[in-house]
């Protein structure tokens, strides 16, 4: 896939993007909502990838009227992740794009995820040298529908919003991307 003359960065989320691993997120979020009794559907999940699992919690504790501390266990869900991180693929047509691109324009992903899995992802696939930015949750005041991931690795990357293709998999992805008024790619319509 050729990039059009206005493009001059590239922009990636990473689960389910870059990297195959909602399925994997899904069994730790299953064991952890069991723990806790608060319920979460699959659909629901799917629907809110890209949102911080904090951020989820947070929802789900508020609307089930539930008293946790949605910090510590979302620490719990990462720690039920991490041991499922050698099963973690890539998604083959993505990270081909950031193949053929990479030395040749800078490129960043732009995550719901946590720096240190979102790295460790990253270099599980050995493809974290492609990008000269990884810009997590913990770096930005507004998550995903917000557009304010996608801003900020744009700017650590130099290029303006406007010469920068961003790839998602989530429509909430989609809707940030086409909010920081960037040329919007959806990953689910790359996958044969």
């Known amino acids: 896939m050729s990039l059009p003359a206005h493009i001059k960065g590239l922009i990636f989320d990473c689960d389910g993007t870059l990297a195959d691993t909602m399925p994997l997120h899904w069994h730790a979020w299953q064991r952890i ?9 699959e659909d629901r999940f799917y629907s809110l990838g890209g949102v911080p699992s904090r951020d989820i919690l947070k929802m789900l504790a508020a609307e089930q ?7 510590a266990v979302a620490h ?11 099963r973690v693929g890539p998604i083959r047509e993505v990270v081909e794009i950031a193949k053929a691109n990479f030395g040749k324009i800078p490129m960043a ?18 493809i974290r040298h492609f990008f000269a930015a990884v810009v997590t949750s913990e770096m930005v005041k507004n998550q995903k529908p917000a557009p304010d991931i996608f801003l900020e690795a744009a700017r650590r990357i130099g290029v303006e919003p406007k ?7 989530t429509d909430l992805g989609l809707q940030a991307i086409r909010s920081a008024d960037m040329d919007a790619v959806d990953v689910r319509k790359l996958r044969s």
């Open 65 to 71: 009227g539930r008293s946790l501390d949605h910090i």
């Open 109 to 126: 992903v732009a995550s719901g995820g946590t720096q240190t899995i979102i790295c460790d992802v990253l270099e599980h696939l050995k």
């Open 33 to 41: 909502t069991q723990r806790h009794n608060l319920h979460f559907p």
């Open 76 to 86: 719990e869900k990462e720690n039920a992740y991490l041991p499922l991180m050698s």
């Open 163 to 169: 010469f920068c293709r961003a790839y998602e998999d």
